[in-house]
């Protein structure tokens, strides 16, 4: 299938309207910025998407405040790296408010009763923010903002933690001949932490839409990326995804909704890969895909790629079908063994309630690459009957690297 | 308090009436015995608890019909290690059946009907059985019966595949002056597959109890000792604690079932607390202990258990209380972070919301045990309540050796 739409460069910069800053307050020891900015020239629409742990970090409860109802004056994400500002009492809630109020005033034309910032933090949690530092790197900041390819890249530096490679993209698609564009960048390597932790992805588009078109997509869109996406089981307290979404581009039409729903889970599932492939120790990008899977198969695919014993297989070549086949045991979905295939890196090597007669040397050999996928595709009783859509999940393998990462962290 | 009861030697033949024996029969390729089997004088009561995995072995299926119904008429148990009879096709289950045959056949007074031998298996799935070999080991098993401690030794190390250290127990208590035995063997160190995977524990007694009382208190006693134990997450294919209880001791009054509950928890806990410092690379022993919990917390217990970062945390002797704290509020379970108090090997890390001023050389320091705990307590909005329950859970850290033994399993 051709893809409708073709990538550009710029990140959260493609799209029109949208400025980006970076800068280094001193919230984390290595000199590397650890602020940044996302600005749309006008008020926004918004949607986020926020972690499901009940722990959770003080931008969680302020950006679900501010977005509880549909929001379309949201006008900057203001973002910091080396601090969860997270389990850190009262005066986390009041640091990031201050953070807030401060944005709004350098930023000039944005009303402060309009909650227009939304706010997001990753790092060490259980530590209170250097405000100082903070507060006087804000208008060096905010006078930094510039829609620029440059600007673009040094924001999916600035947001990394213990991640190896920054991860943005963005794509054009056209609407009846306009050009619309969304373009987003993340970061994530694993849970290493509540201390370095968390998922963040920022998206913004020029497309005109409203916010309650906006937020079912998201969810749907997160479903199917980032929510199929797993490296070690943990959830952060600090986990988000934001869209801005400014009809900088006027096309407003509902034509578009369906190109970008496209291209927005196109965008999510190659970063949710990216986020996998440099996961914590990862030698590999894992892909467990679930061909014609029974109801709530995502609760397969998930427990395979969370099991340690599937994912040090992974990381030593070995092809360990037995492994694969005990976590979708336990998973509690049902499912008939006696019905089942699983392929690893492309060979079968169990077939109907066996394994087949395979040459372990040669699916050792296949599973050598950066890219292992492991299929399971559950045979139907009735052969006329239509496949069911198939599911995906990502994680990387589990390596030597991982415990030394994580269990040399506090040291 | 005072144990009601002393330990003696002896382990599953410590009771009245049972005998053990091993072979080698070249089911494994080392030259260490595979085969061992325990036996009853006289018929016996039995009751089983079972792997919930859905992918299971042919023994599991055949404890569960012959365990069915209250079931008084068992005379043995046969277990084989290096090869789990499991995903093999139709002729793992002729074998399965075939070896309870030949045992009932070798004993001679075993009557076929009361399909009175139970079957457990450990090691490769997806193999089929050496029975050739099998066949030819049955009668040198059987003429090698006898109830010694030697033999009980013997059992406790032939049913070990990856473990390192056999794990075997037995305890004696009075009831109305008169004693009665309890005996154990168990193995399992982590699901090192299903390739080397599976828990076993066999169990003797001597005490006179019917089906109907024995059944209850296993299950009550795994809740709280087998089930509360967890290496990787992963459940395999092949687990199983079996109690035999021939009533040799004639011992039989209603008082004793509160001693004899006590004695095997006590019995159960101990074996699940040698499973879990023998994990594989596991460099020590880590309980999760939790006072005062909310409801559903051994759902809490399990997850912080569970997670990879707490795991390699604690074999990196980080007092790295946020990931404790992030596995806690991911587990699905409610409470409040502000009424929480962390503490590890000791040490107050984290109280109501926030983290201590803690010295983190001396908890590391202090973390430094092969016998760490992590003790979470849930402080009562009501300072008159009753406090809940205490609930453990036992784990292992996780280590590079646990990367290196499951990586290199295939190699």
Redesign the interface.
Known sequence: MALKFRTVDGSVCAPIGFKAATVYSGIRKAERDDLTLIVSDVPAVAAGVFT?????AWCIKHNRERLAVGNDQIRAIICNAGNANC???EIGRQNDLEIEAAISAHLRDVNPKNRAVLTASTG???RKLPMEKVNSALSTLCARLERSEARAKEAAAAIMTTDLVPKALALEFDVNGAPVRVGAIAKGSG?????M?TMLAFITTDLAISSSVLEPILRRVVAKSFNCLTV??????NDMVLVLANGASNVSSEDSHASFEEALLYICQELAKKVARDGEGATKLVTVRLLNPPQFGEKIAKTIA????VK??C??N??????I??????SGV??D?QQLVIRLAGHEV?VR???TAFD?NQV?SAMKTEDLIIELEFLSADAGAAAREAIQCWTCD???D???I??????
């Open positions: 499901t742990n009940q722990v959770h389990c850190n009492g060490v949690i259980g849970m290493i932490a509540p201390n932790a070690d089981g943990d959830t952060s307290t969370e099991s340690p014993l040090t297989a990381f030593g070995d092809p360990n079908w037995g492994r086949l005990v976590a979708a045991g336990y049902q499912f063994p169990f309630g066996e394994p372990p050792r589990f390596s030597y991982y415990v030394r994580n269990a040399s962290y506090g040291t």
